[in-house]
Each structure stands twice: as structure tokens, then as C-alpha cells.
């Protein structure tokens, strides 16, 4: 199912039956995407790709981010359906943990996971042991707030819409600041152990805004993917937003 098309299905519907849905469709969109992948890998005779993991802060720019490099390298996007059943349960990825078994089926092909989750001890080992470089994303956490309040008011399959839809800004602030605000908070504290680490690239949701082809090409450059100006001008024009 492509994704734009069941984003705009599910908005249709309540809060209750967009999130049964998404959890039927998340198998079918894994196995499609992981079909797609493969196929393309085949096809392509030029070498199975190496998987891109991107991770960030949620409302700070990752599926913008993701957009581009799909666009730029011609990648899948790919969500193990594990993950989104934690998400709907959990009402929060961020402490989904990475392990082996989850990544395998596609660590090696054209493929990129684009996720929220902080760095637990699991999902660290399981990207060094295969080897992976990764890219954190995160912008001043106040703006994210406020996107995540007006995001989750809109969107009827996140878990927490049910909540959301019916607050004022200032009442989804009041709640943010008690439920989400500590588990964010969370989130940076729990990556500044790798910053350091010459495997992770850190990018602002600010400085990506500010000079989009001077970050999106770093980005590049650190996943090993070949560099080209004429695409990446074109890949951003593609994506520009005002």
C-alpha cells in the first residue's frame, strides 16, 4: 500500500480503527518494502547497497531527512512491523531496542531505517557488531513540541490522538511537559555517550534548514554513498518547502 495513500485512508477514520489498521497494513508494508529492496538489489548488478540508520528526535526533521535520501539514492524505506506494534502499545518508540534478528533481513541491501529511538547498550552493540553508521537528528526541543502537539491532534493512528485532538495548545503543552517532556529528555541524554564516536553524524533540524546541501552532503559523505552536486540540487528542489 503506498504510504501517501494510506496516510490519507486512515485519517478518514477514527482513532480506534486507524491504529487496528496500521497494525494489519505494518506486515504488508514490511514485506513489500523488504520484496522491493531485494528486487532492486538484483536488478541493479551494482552491488547490494548497505543499509543507511537514521535516528532522531521525534518532530526534528527525519522524515525529511528520509525523503531526500530516498529520493538521492533510490533506497527503501523500511519499518520492521515489530516496531510499530511497540510504538502502538507503548504509545512511544523510543525505547523499541535494535537486536540482530531485527535488522538481518536487510542490513546488507539498498534499504533505510528511519527511526525515534534513543541508545540503549542493545541497540548500539547490534549496530557496531554489523558495522553500521549511523545519523542522529535533533532541533530545539521546543519546536518540536509544538509540532508533535499540532502532529498527534491530526494524525487519527497515533496512539496518543485520542488525547490530543481534543486540547488547546496550552493544555497539549501542560501535557506534553508531564508525559513526553521526561522520556525526550531521555532521549538526548542517552545519545550524548556517542557523539564522540566516529560512526554517528550529528545533524540540527536548524543547520539542515539553514543550508540544506551543505548538511544533506555531509550526510552522504558519512554513509560512503557517492557524491554528485547536480544531484543533490535536484534532490532539493524536489523536497524544498517554505
Known sequence: MHSRFAEKYLKCLGPGTAGTI???????????????????????????????????????GTTWIEQMLVDYTGYVPIMPYKANFFEIREKSSIHFQLDDAVIRPFVKGPFLLKMHIAASRKSIETLRNRQLKYCIVFRDIRDAAVSYYFYVKHTPWHPEHPVYRSLSIDAGMARFIDERLPEWLGWFDSWKSYWDDPAVLIVRYESLLADTKLILSGVVEHFGLVKSDDKLDRVIRNHHFD
Open 22 to 60: 496500521k497494525k494489519i497494513v505494518s506486515p504488508v508494508r514490511y514485506a513489500f518494502a523488504l520484496l522491493k529492496g531485494k528486487l532492486a538489489a538484483k536488478l541493479s548488478g551494482s552491488g547490494a547497497g548497505r543499509l543507511v540508520f537514521i535516528s532522531g528526535l521525534p518532530k526534528s
